[in-house]
């Protein structure tokens, strides 16, 4: 049945390209975080076991919730591996070591790129594309990637962070 929700198939079309490339980029991110969850070593093994654990859950019902608001819209979610690779804006890069504080760098730096994609789209598909609707969906993923990444970032050992202090 034809999808009739007051956005031109055209702005549909541009909207799933939006979701189709975030959906990659929670896909390759929940593959990530597993391989965190699975190789992790070091003297705070079962608290950042159970940290990412929380993590990819988290990030598999982000999935799910992507390809289900593509459906919605009227498109079909990619769903294959070769899809996602070819769709994500993040990387595959070999880990240099087992430690969390490994982990958390490069998972750290995963989330922060979905923030500034999904920051840099929000007013896009609000304002040009009509879709109020898939607006307010990813100001509400902004918000849990944003807690995601404020997670990892106060885990990281103060000798890895780059702060100033205050005022300075």
């Known amino acids: 049945m034809k999808t009739n929700i007051g956005i031109t198939k ?37 608290t950042k076991h159970l940290f990412f654990e929380e ?29 996602f690779l070819d769709l994500t804006h993040l990387t595959e890069k070999s880990n240099s070591g087992n430690t969390s504080q490994d982990y958390i760098k490069i998972l750290l730096g995963d989330h922060d790129a979905i923030i500034q994609f999904i920051r840099g789209n929000i007013s896009q598909v609000e304002e040009e594309f009509g879709d109020v609707g898939t607006a307010d969906f990813l100001t509400g993923l902004l918000q849990e990637h944003e807690e995601m990444a404020w997670m990892l970032r106060a885990s990281i050992s103060k000798q890895t962070v780059d702060k100033k202090p205050l005022g300075v």
Not at 18 to 38: M, N, Q, S
């Open 10 to 46: 055209e702005n549909r079309e541009k909207v799933a390209d939006v979701l189709a490339k975030l959906l990659a980029d929670e896909f390759v991110l929940y593959t990530k975080t597993l391989g965190a969850h699975w190789n992790l070593e070091g003297h705070d093994f079962h």
């Open 55 to 83: 993590h990819y859950n988290s990030i598999k019902k982000t999935i799910d919730s992507v390809a289900e608001r593509m459906r919605k819209i009227g498109s079909y979610a990619p769903a294959t591996l070769e899809q």
